[in-house]
């Protein structure tokens, strides 16, 4: 989906640098998230050598435990499947054995599994597990500094028995043996000690939570503990949709994600073929209810890397929400595109499909590197004919480029709060700071797209949050500022499900099952 990068001041220059969909911005931490120092002596240290293998500790604890401290320090992604397929068992159990010192047996298909839903669960979960951590600590400050390690290990076990309701006995003593060989004795018995606690209090069904109630802001601390979101996103959201419909939203964005595969036509793949090849994988999978070219997995997602449907270009991992964006752009052949922000590329090579060899897409970003990789895929996928990528920065090149077209679109930098599913970390790293800063950014980024856009011409704003202010509350100041631009309804390109009262399209995760999504064709006047 997206890259990520800190955002202080930013420019337009810096905008895109990660293009698009959504915008990591600067990594926060909390108290207990300490350095890898004040861990065990030597973890990360490339000349800490490799020790004995160890077959007493489970392997998906120790690649999960980190796995989950990389992803803390901004190392790694919370889903195996966001590398590729690069985040295979050999490549996870180098980490343990660099980190910890020790080296477990091999991952299984099995491992690799537990490995994705610990991680991708530990992470969302992470608020309600650390008030857990700490309730059932007996003083405050032993949760407060507690080392890295040693926290990530009683959040998997937390995770593994309140989540995943594991059988605790066991959940308890494979803990306490990672925490031993890992750490030290000590930190073992701590483990014991605290996981027992939490096995007593559950059966009891005790679990110390905080009750709903009192005036607003602490009913949104006790909604931001119970469904472990931020407290200032539950505010927003509770100000935005009401109570209930904002805890429908955190119960979405804490399950698992279900992913789309889109048949590569570009290739000659249809839908059909994809299906039949899934099929010989045994994937289950179900068709599209809104594009022909897309098929939903809930599982099964690495059998279709390991067979290399994605590196043979065959199909590509895209969410129909943003396939449903490139509608909206409504690419015939023949047109000619500007892509403001494109890369990583998964609208840009959707729109170069859906031209049939004939028109082109120009594909603008500020990022060399992604760009390459943009046509390496184009490559891959058969459209490199109808691609061109620029190198350049957005608002000098509108500035300085004689570049028009009929259709631009600009699939802007944003929060990413449409998406909260899939990235399981992007919560922590969101503040409503950035928001601020990302409203300004959008703003700047629109007004350069706008001068690319020929006269009759439409610029469609897209992004993936669900945000009112990055969405409507920036087409209506746009409009304020450049009155030759009226809005085009999109009940033309999209369901009328997906079709705001305003014309614009949304996809909304907890009604569509889909990931958020916004976009708004703006026509310029001739």
């Known amino acids: 989906m997206a890259n990520v990068l800190p955002l202080h001041v930013f420019s337009s220059s810096q905008a895109q640098r990660t293009s698009s969909k959504p915008l990591k911005l600067t990594k926060r931490t909390n108290k207990s998230n300490t350095s890898f120092s004040t861990a065990k002596k030597g973890l990360l240290s490339p000349s800490h050598k490799v020790q004995k293998l160890n077959l007493e500790v489970s392997p998906h604890r120790a690649v999960s435990a980190v796995r989950l401290m990389r992803i803390e320090l901004g190392g790694a992604f919370a889903d195996l499947l966001n590398e590729k397929g690069k985040g295979s068992g050999d490549n996870e159990m180098g980490y343990v054995e660099r980190t910890l010192g020790f080296r477990t047996r091999d991952l299984d298909d099995r491992d690799l599994r537990l490995v994705t839903d610990i991680v991708g669960g530990t992470i969302r979960w992470r608020r309600y597990l650390d008030h857990l951590i700490g309730s059932l600590c007996h003083d405050k400050s032993v949760f407060s500094s507690m080392e890295p390690l040693l926290l990530q290990i009683l959040r998997i076990g937390f995770y593994e028995i309140v989540k995943l309701n594991m059988p605790p006995y066991a959940v308890v003593d494979e803990n306490v043996k990672l925490a031993k060989v890992a750490l030290r004795p000590g930190a073992g018995n701590m ?190 996928q058969k459209v490199n004919g109808v691609v061109a990528t620029i190198h350049a920065d957005l608002c000098t090149f509108s500035e300085n480029s004689l570049l028009k077209s009929g259709k631009v679109l600009l699939d802007a930098p944003c929060s990413g709060l449409g998406v909260l599913s899939k990235r399981a970390d992007l919560r922590w790293n969101r503040s409503l700071e950035d928001l601020e800063q990302l409203k300004n950014l959008q703003d700047e980024l629109l007004d350069a797209a706008s001068t690319l856009v020929s006269l009759g011409g439409v610029l469609i704003y897209s992004t993936c949050s669900i945000d009112p202010e990055e969405n409507e509350d920036r087409v209506d100041a746009f409009l304020g500022r450049h009155p030759e631009f009226r809005i085009d309804p999109v009940d033309r390109y999209v369901p009328s499900d997906f079709v705001t009262k305003q014309g614009f399209y949304l996809s909304n995760p907890v009604k569509h099952s889909l990931d958020g999504a916004f976009a708004a064709r703006l026509v310029r006047a001739l």
């Open 191 to 380: 483990v014991n000690g605290i996981l027992r606690k939490l096995v007593l209090v559950k059966e009891n069904n005790s679990l110390p939570l905080p009750k709903l109630e009192g005036d607003d802001r602490a009913q949104a601390r006790a909604l931001a503990t119970l469904y472990s979101h931020p407290v200032w996103m539950v505010r927003r959201w509770t100000k935005y949709l009401g109570q209930e419909e904002a805890i429908r939203l955190m119960m979405w964005n804490n399950s698992d994600p279900s992913f789309s595969l889109r048949a590569n036509s570009g290739k000659g793949i249809t839908r059909d073929d994809l299906a039949m090849q899934l099929n010989s994988l045994k994937v289950p999978h179900e068709v599209s209810l809104h594009l022909d070219d897309f098929v939903r997995v809930k599982i099964g997602l690495q059998n279709v890397i390991r067979a290399g449907l994605l590196k043979e270009g065959l199909c590509s991992v895209q969410d129909e929400s943003a396939g449903l964006v490139v509608s909206v752009v409504d690419p015939q052949p023949g047109d000619d595109i500007i892509d403001c922000c494109a890369a990583p590329g998964g609208k840009t090579l959707y729109m170069a499909s859906r031209l049939s060899g004939k028109g082109k897409v120009h594909a603008i970003d500020i990022n060399k590197g992604r760009l390459r990789i943009l046509r390496e895929t184009a490559n891959v």
